[in-house]
């Protein structure tokens, strides 16, 4: 047991425990969450039972139930209704939902936004046999680790990390640009027109 979390009780016939744990970084624009839904419903096909969490700040377009990805040759991101996300906004919540739920496959979105809590949680689930893929930035806009995602990376089997094109000049872009908005806050849900994804070169500290 670490950090006190039990999720034995959580653990339903899942055979031999082999949990994972699969990290999909990089800047905004990047495709993150594309990728973890591509995962995911490639699980949903397997006729795995897939509980997606996501932290309760995310609330971009006031639809709080749902994984807001960019889709292909739209401009704008946009709640992605084929995969409905669930809210948790505290760890106690979090084991809770797992919990009532029973999914087999556990997903999460932007997990940059949750507490330092999330690390210790992921690795009972994993020591218990769940699969666990979770999106997430690695840096903010001052391209500082962000939240729980440097211990996430930590213990991931797995790290996918991406790269967006930076929005200046086209080459690979592995950092955030704050481009407006509040300039001191690091979390600003909601306001992408705020950021760009931006090169080495091109990324400047924030005003
Ligand atoms: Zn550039």
Redesign the pocket.
């Known amino acids: 047991m670490v950090a006190g979390y039990n999720t034995s009780c959580t653990l339903h016939d899942m055979g031999e425990a082999r949990g994972s744990i699969t990290v999909f970084t990089g800047p905004m624009f990047s495709g993150k969450s594309k990728a973890l839904m591509a995962r995911l419903e490639t699980k949903q096909r397997a006729h795995k039972k897939v509980l997606i969490i996501k932290p309760a700040l995310d609330n971009r377009f006031g639809v709080p139930d749902g994984i807001v990805a960019k889709k292909k040759g739209l401009q704008r991101f946009e709640p992605c209704d084929s995969m409905p996300a669930r809210s948790v906004s505290s760890d106690t919540e979090f084991v809770e939902m797992v919990k009532r739920e029973k999914p087999d496959v556990i997903g999460i979105d932007e997990a940059q936004f949750f507490g330092p809590w999330l690390g210790a949680v992921l690795i009972e689930y994993r020591s218990v046999g769940y699969e666990i893929f979770v999106a997430g930035l690695d840096l903010d806009a001052w391209r500082r680790p962000f939240g729980p995602m440097p211990d996430l990376l930590a213990y991931a089997d797995d790290i996918d990390k991406f790269t967006a094109s930076?929005?200046?000049?086209?080459?690979d872009?592995r950092f955030t640009q704050k481009t407006g908005g509040s300039s001191s806050e690091q979390i600003q849900v909601g306001a992408e027109e705020f950021y760009e994804a931006?090169?080495?070169?091109?990324?400047g500290q924030p005003n």
């Open positions: 930076c929005f200046v000049c086209g080459q872009a931006r090169c080495e070169s091109c990324w």
